[in-house]
Each structure stands twice: as structure tokens, then as C-alpha cells.
């Protein structure tokens, strides 16, 4: 069958990238389930995984590159793919549609969720069992069922953690833990993030990349996820 075909090529690719996370689900919630059946999405992990400590704005913008640069590869071979098995498929922009919105046409966070990659922090970013926040993502549209992941609904973070909200030097977080029915606007001031990290254009030439909200989050630090850290900090 075709689609078991398809799906067996692009498991094969990924097999060629064992650090990087996929997964498939419908998207019948989205505007594009008129044209596609499915979104892949994938979570590419920062290169290298910046904690607290190794921070710096320039090594995360560095590793945020490195992990762009390792993605596009990715994405150049599953057109390739999809192409010669002649699949519909269209690869969404990742730029948001305007300053003023900061929404992209098509959330990669939000397909991630759906898909079980990870759920949204209190940093309001994805956070992964494996890496924490420390991934980029993309996703291609497909016309084509696949064996879908399990939709996470309710936040991982610990209860009492508020790391990435009280690094935030602009007090752009709220604090409130995300669910499935959150408002990205319950969870940060993404105007004034926007706003803070544009001021560093003028002088060079591009955003602050800002990862503090981040880099801060004890989940994917170590390979240990954030409950079994705290385990092993309580019995030291
Ligand atoms: S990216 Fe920086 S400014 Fe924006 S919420 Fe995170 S810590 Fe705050
Ligand atoms: S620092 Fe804590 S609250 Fe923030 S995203 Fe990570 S686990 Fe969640």
C-alpha cells in the first residue's frame, strides 16, 4: 500500500537523525485539513544544549543556527521523498504573518501538542521529555494518513517550578501553568518579549535570540527529565 510505503520512507530518513523527534497527527482542527490529511512534525535539538551556566546570547543564537541548518537538510530530503512517491504535500512558513498578530500561518508548536512531541511550558514555549525547550521545530503538511501520535493535553512542568518565569528579565511570563484550552496570551506578554528583543536589532542587525526563558528549564538537561533531577537533588 502507498501510504505504508511513504511512511516506511520517512521513518528511513529519520533513522539517519536517531536525536531528532517526529510524529504524525491529523489536522482536522486546522484550516488546511481542506487540503491535507496529516502534518509531520519534528523537533530538532539546539546544537550544542546550552544550560543556565554556558549561556550566552551569541552561543544560543549559534546553536539555534546549527539546528536550522541540520533541519533544512531534513526538510530537503523529505520533499525529496514526497515528490517521488508524487504526494501532496506543502511545507508551512515558520515567519509569523506580522509584528503585530506574531502568529504563524500554521503553529508548529501547537501541531507539536497535538502530536505528543512535548506539551507548552510556563515559558510558553514546547518543552520535551528529551531536551526540554531546547528544539526547533518544523512540519510539512501531507495529503496522506499516517498512525497518529497522542495529543497532549495538560502542562509536565512541576508544580511548584517557575525557573523560566522568574529568569524573564521583562517579567514577561505569567506563571500560570498551560492546558490544551490555554490562550498563548495567558502565558506571556509576547508583545513585550517581541518589543524587548527588537531593540537589539539596530545594534545587531537581528532579534535577541533570548533563550534565558529556556536554558533555565531543567527538563533535557543531562538526559534526565525534571522529576527524576529533582529525585536525585532530594536524595544527595
Ligand atoms: S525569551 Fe527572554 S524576554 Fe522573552 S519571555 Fe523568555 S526570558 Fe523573557
Ligand atoms: S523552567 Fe520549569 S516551569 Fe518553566 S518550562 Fe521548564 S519545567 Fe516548566
Known amino acids: 500500500m ?9 521513518q528511513q530518513i529519520f ?9 504524525y497527527t491529523d489536522i482536522s482542527y486546522s484550516p488546511f485539513a481542506k487540503e491535507y490529511q496529516s502534518a509531520l512534525v519534528f523537533a530538532v535539538p539546539y546544537e550544542p544544549q546550552l544550560a543556565f551556566d554556558d549561556y550566552t546570547e551569541q552561543g544560543f543564537e549559534d546553536s539555534i543556527r546549527n539546528a536550522r541548518r541540520e533541519l533544512e537538510e531534513i526538510l530537503r ?7 517521488e512517491e508524487a504526494i501532496k504535500y506543502d511545507i508551512p512558513p515558520v515567519a509569523q504573518r506580522n509584528e503585530e ?9 501547537y501541531v507539536a501538542v497535538n502530536a505528543g512531541l512535548g506539551w507548552i511550558g510556563r515559558n510558553d514555549v514546547l518543552v ?6 531546547r528544539v526547533r521545530l518544523s512540519a ?7 498512525v497518529y501520535g497522542s495529543k497532549m493535553t495538560e502542562s509536565r512542568c512541576p508544580e511548584g517550578c517557575t525557573k523560566c518565569v522568574d529568569i524573564c528579565p521583562h517579567k514577561a511570563l505569567t506563571g500560570r501553568a498551560w492546558d490544551i484550552h490555554s490562550l498563548r496570551s495567558e502565558l506571556i506578554d509576547y508583545h513585550l518579549c517581541n518589543r524587548k528583543r527588537s531593540d537589539y536589532i539596530e545594534r545587531h542587525g537581528r532579534k535577541n535570540a533570548c533563550g534565558l526563558c529556556m536554558v533555565v528549564c531543567p527538563y533535557g538537561m543531562e538526559g534526565l527529565s525534571a522529576p527524576q533531577k529533582a529525585a536525585e537533588e532530594e536524595a544527595e
Open 128 to 133: 520535551t521529555e528529551r531536551y526540554g525547550p
Open 140 to 146: 510539512v503538511l501531507i495529503d496522506a494518513p499516517f
Open 77 to 83: 530530503k523529505l520533499e525529496g521523498a514526497l515528490t
Open 15 to 23: 533513522a539517519d537523525y536517531s536525536e531528532v523527534l517526529y510524529g
Open 2 to 10: 502507498v501510504i505504508n510505503m511513504i511512511a516506511s520512507k520517512l
Open 101 to 109: 498578530e506574531l502568529e504563524a500561518v500554521f503553529s508548529f508548536k
